[in-house]
């Protein structure tokens, strides 16, 4: 487990908007290491974990976007029945929300990583030492 940046671009709801800040990225030779998106509104946010998030910032600035960062944590899991239960069944008992989470399990492999945005950073790592 361990405890990453999050950069969060906020985008125009409209078709291109997640291209151009993939392609912004790709020119700096940034590597998205994991991604959501989703909403509703006239402005979306676009949830992003790189690999240099101080230079993403600013590259995403240059095009003029509003730019925020946050700690979550990522933690790689085995791929088994039962292991979301156990990591939300410790949050919930230390009184933990899950304001939101992603995660992504690529076809053959044996493990994933689950990126949690919580209330609580330090009280969540500590609860979910050892996985």
Same mark, same amino acid.
């Given at each position: 487990?361990? /405890?990453? %940046?999050?950069?969060?671009?906020?985008? $125009?709801?409209?078709?291109?908007?997640?291209?151009?800040?993939?392609?912004?990225?790709?020119?700096?030779?940034?590597?998205?290491?994991?991604?959501?998106?989703?909403?509703?509104?006239?402005?979306?946010?676009?949830?992003?974990?790189?690999?240099?998030? @101080?230079?993403?910032?600013?590259?995403?600035?240059?095009? $003029?976007?509003?730019?925020?960062?946050? !700690?979550?944590?990522?933690?790689?899991?085995? $791929? /088994?029945?039962?292991?979301? @239960?156990?990591?939300?069944?410790?949050?919930?008992?230390?009184?933990?929300?899950?304001?939101?989470?992603?995660?992504?399990?690529? /076809?053959?492999?044996? %493990?994933? $990583?689950?990126?949690?945005? +919580?209330? !609580?950073?330090?009280?969540? @790592? /500590? +609860?979910? %030492?050892?996985?």
């Amino acid at each position: 487990m361990s /405890k990453a %940046k999050q950069v969060t671009v906020w985008v $125009d709801s409209s078709p291109g908007q997640i291209a151009r800040v993939a392609r912004a990225l790709a020119r700096a030779r940034i590597n998205i290491t994991a991604f959501i998106c989703y909403g509703n509104g006239s402005e979306i946010p676009v949830r992003l974990l790189v690999t240099s998030p @101080a230079r993403a910032r600013m590259v995403l600035r240059d095009l $003029d976007l509003r730019v925020t960062e946050e !700690d979550v944590l990522r933690l790689t899991l085995p $791929d /088994k029945p039962g292991t979301l @239960a156990e990591i939300a069944e410790r949050l919930a008992e230390a009184h933990i929300n899950v304001d939101y989470s992603y995660t992504t399990v690529a /076809k053959g492999t044996t %493990k994933s $990583d689950l990126v949690l945005a +919580v209330s !609580d950073l330090a009280g969540a @790592a /500590k +609860v979910l %030492k050892g996985l």
